[in-house]
């Protein structure tokens, strides 16, 4: 069975660093490919950061292109999110996301809030 869990959400001040993880089990996460998502309130999901197998390629929203970065430890069954210089407007629940025969799989979120 497919599971996601998100975990290394928190407050943070603007301008401040969190690392994101999803820990990753019921299927092999080499594999395949993953993102991270966010959804701010009142706002649609939107892609963050996407990770192809074996780190070939990496593609970011424009909004975080320079500030984040993701990364993936398949030995470890991991996918990190390393977030810098957080803005205000990256306040949102962040979610991992796995698509795979034409299903979607999402863990349960981890809330980030960037506020002084």
């Known amino acids: 069975q497919v599971q996601l869990v998100e975990s290394g959400g928190g407050l943070v001040q603007p301008g401040g660093s969190l690392r994101l993880s999803c820990a990753a089990s019921?299927?092999?996460?080499?594999?395949?490919?993953m993102s991270w998502y966010r959804q701010a309130p009142g706002k649609e999901r939107e892609m963050v950061a996407y990770?192809?197998?074996?780190?070939?390629?990496?593609d970011y929203a424009d909004s975080v292109k320079g500030r984040f970065t993701i990364s993936r430890d398949n030995a470890q069954g991991t996918i990190s999110l390393q977030m810098n210089n957080l803005k205000r407007e990256d306040t949102a629940v962040y979610f991992c996301k796995l698509r795979r025969a034409g299903i979607e799989y999402w863990g349960q979120g981890t809330q980030v809030t960037v506020s002084s």
């Open positions: 990770i192809t197998i074996g780190c070939l390629g990496r």
């Open positions: 019921g299927f092999t996460l080499s594999n395949t490919g």
